[in-house]
């Protein structure tokens, strides 16, 4: 059973290391402990729909289906104080039961929803608190591989499925699709489409926008079948309308990917940089000679010391980590990963090449144990947020994509606002960053930060806002888009318009109106209502 008010399956959790403790300690001051509130004490109001047999109204399902993922929503989940509940919950198996939904949206003027795994971190499938009434669609029970085309690595599924079932799925068939979002558990098809979600291995297997061919789209006024072409001249290309549409141009219902045969062999690696410069050198110069890795991931020092602390290797080999320092010599170690996939040979080729150009720029590869452990974990990081809030942490994520000429000057910038956003309460952050994605052109920088959360829900909700805002003001400010990988929803709503710019603006509105006139689907998303 997934937890209803934090990440993850009941019974799984991720505790602390003590030497990550003592981290935290040290950087930002032990926490004031918080405990959740049980679900009994949250009280939706009574629902404004109408009863329909597709439709469940229980307080359960409202509660379930009220906040995503982002630290803002745990917190007020936690604290029971929720803005918003949909007013019903309904579970489609059927691309005809999505059909009669939007009709009953449209005939009860009710906003619709589309819900895939819920793990926006953007307030995505929040209600809008002054919208009556809600309709969220949960798609969890379309999620089946309907057809698989072996011939042509082609495979169409219910947009419900998530990751773990979508890959078991193939897997049975020898194929994958190669996308693994952190949220890989419980995210769905559905939504890493209509969010233009990056998997962790998209340097080799593309991200979603490459492995989505085609699908179906039920939209207020009629079907939108995109169907699977290889490619096609036939004027510009609606996938990419769907792609990043957050739900407010119709319900994806089912999708056809590009997948690929499992890889015979594939490992992760690590090495270690004695800074910063030479780790980005080395980085761009494997991105832009394309070495066929699936993965390259290089932490910053303050990331690398994160790492150490959270996995407690310096507890448990403190001789090893001190040679490799001194052997090292440089002023802030920054760990690098990749991995490589396919034949014996095509792995053995690509960890050669990767080496020499790590050689090349000062760095000291480590081989494959701590890279196979990061791939085992990788999955498990998220449940950690849970141990930190109990002890008053809170740890949230700021992400965005800009050319390597910027990569440091903005990661500083990001790294140093953060620190001092909260100085006037007297409060530290500590800020840590990777680059996560790669590119010819640029790479996707991630930071996290983490901060006390203050002794009750309005302390920690008003310091996640400064700490938001400050992240999203400086991206902007560095010639960084607004979102990499997590979209828009509502947070990053504001910043839009600099982005795509005002006619860009009045395009996206004319497209969401052209398909959805009355503007029930989901509203206040990606666009202004
Ligand atoms: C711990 C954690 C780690 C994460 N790591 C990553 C990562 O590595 N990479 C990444 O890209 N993102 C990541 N995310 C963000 C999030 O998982 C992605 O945005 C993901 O794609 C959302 O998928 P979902 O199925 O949960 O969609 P939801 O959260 O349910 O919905 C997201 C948006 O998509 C719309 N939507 C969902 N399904 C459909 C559908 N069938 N039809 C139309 N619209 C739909 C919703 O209306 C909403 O606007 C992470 C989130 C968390 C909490």
Same mark, same amino acid.
């Given at each position: 059973?997934?937890?209803?008010?934090?990440?993850?399956?009941?019974?799984?959790?991720?505790?602390?290391? +003590?030497?990550?403790?003592?981290?935290?300690?040290?950087?930002?001051?032990?926490?004031?402990?918080?405990?959740?509130?049980?679900?009994?004490?949250?009280?939706?109001?009574?629902?404004?729909?109408?009863?329909?047999?597709?439709?469940?109204?229980?307080?359960?399902?409202?509660?379930?289906?009220?906040?995503?993922?982002?630290?803002?929503?745990?917190?007020?989940?936690?604290?029971?104080?929720?803005?918003?509940?949909?007013?019903?919950?309904?579970?489609?198996?059927?691309?005809?039961?999505?059909?009669?939904?939007?009709?009953?949206?449209?005939?009860?003027?009710?906003?619709?929803?589309?819900?895939?795994?819920?793990?926006?971190?953007?307030?995505?499938?929040?209600?809008?608190?002054?919208?009556?009434?809600?309709? =969220?669609?949960?798609?969890?029970?379309?999620? =089946?591989?309907?057809?698989?085309?072996?011939?042509?690595?082609?495979?169409?599924?219910?947009?419900?499925?998530?990751?773990?079932?979508?890959?078991? +799925?193939?897997?049975?068939?020898?194929?994958?699709?190669?996308?693994?979002?952190?949220?890989?558990?419980?995210?769905?098809?559905?939504?890493?489409?209509?969010?233009?979600?990056?998997?962790?291995?998209?340097?080799?297997?593309?991200?979603?926008?490459?492995?989505?061919?085609?699908?179906?789209?039920?939209?207020?006024?009629?079907?939108?079948?995109?169907?699977?072409?290889?490619?096609?001249?036939?004027?510009?290309?609606?996938?990419?309308?769907?792609?990043?549409?957050?739900?407010?141009?119709?319900?994806?219902?089912?999708?056809?990917?590009?997948?690929?045969?499992?890889?015979?062999?594939?490992?992760?690696?690590?090495?270690?940089?004695?800074?910063?410069?030479?780790?980005?050198?080395?980085?761009?110069?494997?991105?832009?000679?394309?070495?066929?890795?699936?993965?390259?991931?290089?932490? /910053?020092?303050?990331?690398?010391?994160?790492?150490?602390?959270?996995?407690?290797?310096?507890?448990?080999?403190?001789?090893?980590?001190?040679?490799?320092?001194?052997?090292?010599?440089?002023?802030?170690?920054?760990?690098?990963?990749?991995?490589?996939?396919?034949?014996?040979?095509?792995?053995?080729?690509?960890?050669?090449?990767?080496?020499?150009?790590?050689?090349?720029?000062?760095?000291?590869?480590?081989?494959?144990?701590?890279?196979?452990?990061?791939?085992?974990?990788?999955?498990?990081?998220?449940?950690?947020?849970?141990?930190?809030?109990?002890?008053?942490?809170?740890?949230?994520?700021?992400? =965005?994509?800009?050319?390597?000429?910027?990569?440091?000057?903005?990661?500083?910038?990001?790294?140093?606002?953060?620190?001092?956003?909260? /100085?006037?309460?007297?409060?530290?952050?500590?800020?840590?960053?990777?680059?996560?994605?790669?590119?010819?052109?640029?790479?996707?920088?991630?930071?996290?930060?983490?901060?006390?959360?203050?002794?009750?829900?309005?302390?920690?909700?008003?310091?996640?806002?400064?700490?938001? =805002?400050?992240?999203?003001?400086?991206?902007?400010?560095?010639?960084?888009?607004?979102?990499?990988?997590?979209?828009?929803?509502?947070?990053?709503?504001?910043?839009?318009?600099?982005?795509?710019?005002?006619?860009?603006?009045?395009?996206?509105?004319?497209?969401?109106?052209?398909?959805?006139?009355?503007?029930?689907?989901?509203?206040?998303?990606?666009?202004?209502?």
């Amino acid at each position: 059973m997934r937890r209803w008010n934090e990440w993850g399956a009941e019974g799984v959790t991720y505790p602390l290391k +003590q030497g990550l403790i003592s981290f935290l300690e040290r950087e930002i001051g032990p926490g004031h402990p918080w405990t959740p509130v049980p679900m009994e004490s949250v009280k939706p109001p009574p629902s404004a729909l109408p009863s329909h047999p597709l439709v469940a109204t229980d307080d359960e399902s409202r509660i379930r289906h009220a906040l995503g993922q982002s630290l803002a929503d745990v917190i007020r989940l936690w604290s029971g104080a929720i803005p918003a509940f949909p007013d019903g919950v309904a579970y489609p198996l059927a691309d005809e039961d999505v059909e009669t939904l939007i009709r009953f949206a449209l005939e009860t003027d009710s906003a619709l929803i589309p819900y895939g795994g819920g793990t926006s971190v953007v307030g995505g499938i929040n209600p809008p608190p002054d919208r009556k009434p809600i309709l =969220t669609v949960d798609m969890s029970r379309m999620m =089946t591989l309907e057809a698989l085309d072996a011939e042509s690595h082609l495979a169409t599924f219910g947009a419900g499925v998530t990751g773990p079932r979508l890959e078991a +799925q193939l897997r049975a068939h020898g194929f994958t699709l190669g996308h693994f979002p952190q949220s890989f558990e419980f995210s769905t098809l559905g939504g890493w489409i209509a969010t233009r979600s990056s998997g962790q291995q998209s340097l080799g297997y593309g991200h979603i926008e490459d492995l989505f061919a085609g699908g179906r789209v039920i939209t207020p006024v009629g079907l939108l079948e995109l169907p699977p072409f290889p490619d096609s001249a036939a004027g510009p290309d609606l996938r990419q309308l769907i792609l990043g549409s957050e739900g407010r141009l119709g319900v994806i219902t089912q999708a056809t990917v590009r997948i690929r045969p499992v890889p015979r062999h594939e490992s992760f690696f690590a090495a270690l940089f004695p800074n910063w410069d030479s780790g980005l050198a080395a980085m761009r110069e494997i991105a832009q000679e394309r070495l066929p890795l699936s993965m390259m991931r290089l932490s /910053n020092g303050a990331e690398t010391r994160a790492f150490i602390a959270i996995s407690g290797i310096e507890e448990r080999f403190p001789g090893p980590m001190k040679a490799i320092k001194k052997l090292l010599g440089g002023d802030e170690m920054c760990l690098f990963l990749f991995a490589i996939g396919g034949t014996r040979r095509k792995v053995r080729a690509g960890r050669i090449a990767t080496q020499a150009a790590i050689r090349r720029h000062k760095g000291l590869s480590i081989g494959r144990s701590i890279g196979e452990r990061w791939r085992k974990d990788r999955f498990r990081t998220p449940y950690m947020r849970r141990s930190l809030l109990e002890r008053g942490w809170g740890v949230e994520t700021a992400e =965005t994509a800009v050319p390597w000429s910027r990569v440091t000057r903005l990661m500083k910038a990001l790294e140093t606002a953060l620190r001092d956003a909260l /100085n006037d309460e007297g409060e530290r952050v500590y800020p840590f960053t990777h680059l996560s994605h790669s590119y010819n052109d640029g790479a996707a920088v991630y930071t996290t930060f983490i901060f006390r959360l203050g002794r009750d829900a309005d302390t920690a909700l008003a310091r996640w806002e400064k700490l938001k =805002t400050t992240a999203c003001r400086v991206i902007t400010s560095h010639g960084g888009t607004i979102s990499h990988h997590h979209g828009v929803g509502t947070y990053h709503l504001p910043y839009m318009e600099a982005e795509k710019g005002k006619p860009g603006m009045e395009a996206l509105r004319a497209v969401a109106s052209a398909l959805d006139p009355a503007g029930i689907m989901n509203p206040g998303k990606m666009l202004p209502w």
